[in-house]
C-alpha cells in the first residue's frame, strides 16, 4: 500500500452511491492557485430541495421549494464565509462559529471544541470542516471532523488536521464512508487527492463522478495566490 499515492478523486468517488457532503482543499499543480470545493448529496425529499447560492462572495445552501421544507435546521447554513485572509468552508452552521470565533481570537480548532456531530440519530453526522489561511503569496490549510465516539452518540471526538500546501495535491474530507443504514461515518485521514490546474477540468471530473441520483450541489473556487483573483463555478442539479 502507498499511503503516499496522490488519488484522481474521480476514481474515488466512481461507483459510491453516497459519501454525503464533502471538502476538497489544495493546491494546483502548478502550484498557482488555492481550491476549495465543497458538495452537498441527499436521499430524502428534504435534504434534495435544495440549491447552493452565491452572496457578496459566501456561498449559503437555500431551498429550491420553501414550501416543501420540512427542518431547516442542518441543511439550511453557510457553507463557504471569508473573514480577513481566512475561508471557511463547513457542512453545516458550525461555518459561522469557526468566523465568530476568530473574530474573538480563538484558532480554528479553538473554535470549533464548542459544537459537535449533528443529532440525528442513528446516523449522528460528522461535522466536517476546512479553513484555508492565505499569507505571504501561498497559504496553508486545516481540516476538522467532530464524528460521534459509539454507535449511542454518547460523546464527540474531534480531529484537526494542518497541511503545508503542496503543488498537486489536495485533501478530500466527507461525512461517509458509502450508503448505509444507519450511515457508516467517516474513517482515518482525510484522502489524498490530485488538484489540476483546470478548475473546469476539476469541477467537471468532481461532479461527473458524484452519484447521479443523490449529488444535489457543487461550488469549486480558484483562488491565484499571485494577485488574489478569484475563480469560481457552481452546479445545482435543481435549477
Given at each position: 500500500m502507498d499511503i503516499y499515492r496522490i488519488n484522481d478523486i474521480g476514481e474515488l468517488l466512481e461507483g459510491n452511491s453516497y459519501v454525503g457532503r464533502g471538502i476538497v482543499v489544495g493546491k494546483s499543480e502548478d502550484g498557482k492557485k488555492a481550491c476549495a470545493a465543497y458538495f452537498i448529496m441527499g436521499r430524502s425529499a428534504n435534504s434534495r430541495n435544495r440549491v447552493f447560492e452565491e452572496k457578496d462572495g459566501d456561498i449559503y445552501t437555500a431551498p429550491f421549494d420553501a414550501s416543501k421544507v420540512e427542518d431547516p435546521s442542518l441543511i439550511i447554513y453557510a457553507a463557504v464565509r471569508g473573514y480577513e485572509n481566512d475561508l471557511v468552508v463547513t457542512n453545516g452552521d458550525q461555518t459561522d462559529t469557526v468566523v465568530e470565533g476568530l473574530k474573538k481570537g480563538l484558532s480554528f480548532a479553538e473554535a470549533l471544541d464548542s459544537r459537535c456531530f449533528e443529532p440525528d440519530a442513528p446516523n449522528y453526522t460528522p461535522r466536517i470542516s476546512a479553513m484555508l489561511t492565505f499569507a505571504d503569496g501561498d497559504f496553508r490549510y486545516q481540516m476538522n471532523i467532530l464524528k460521534s465516539v459509539d454507535a449511542q452518540g454518547t460523546d464527540c471526538a474531534r480531529y484537526t488536521f494542518s497541511y503545508p500546501a503542496k503543488a498537486g495535491l489536495g485533501h478530500f474530507l466527507h461525512t461517509y464512508v458509502c450508503d448505509g443504514n444507519p450511515i457508516p461515518t467517516f474513517q482515518g485521514e482525510p484522502?489524498?487527492?490530485?488538484?489540476?490546474?483546470?478548475?473546469?477540468?476539476?469541477?467537471?471530473?468532481?461532479?461527473?463522478?458524484?452519484?447521479?441520483?443523490?449529488?444535489?450541489?457543487?461550488?469549486?473556487?480558484?483562488?491565484?495566490?499571485?494577485?488574489?483573483?478569484?475563480?469560481?463555478?457552481?452546479i445545482n442539479k435543481n435549477q
Open positions: 484522502e489524498r487527492v490530485a488538484i489540476p490546474d483546470d478548475i473546469d477540468v476539476f469541477t467537471d471530473k468532481l461532479w461527473n463522478a458524484l452519484d447521479a441520483d443523490n449529488k444535489i450541489s457543487l461550488y469549486v473556487r480558484y483562488t491565484d495566490l499571485a494577485d488574489g483573483s478569484v475563480e469560481t463555478r457552481l
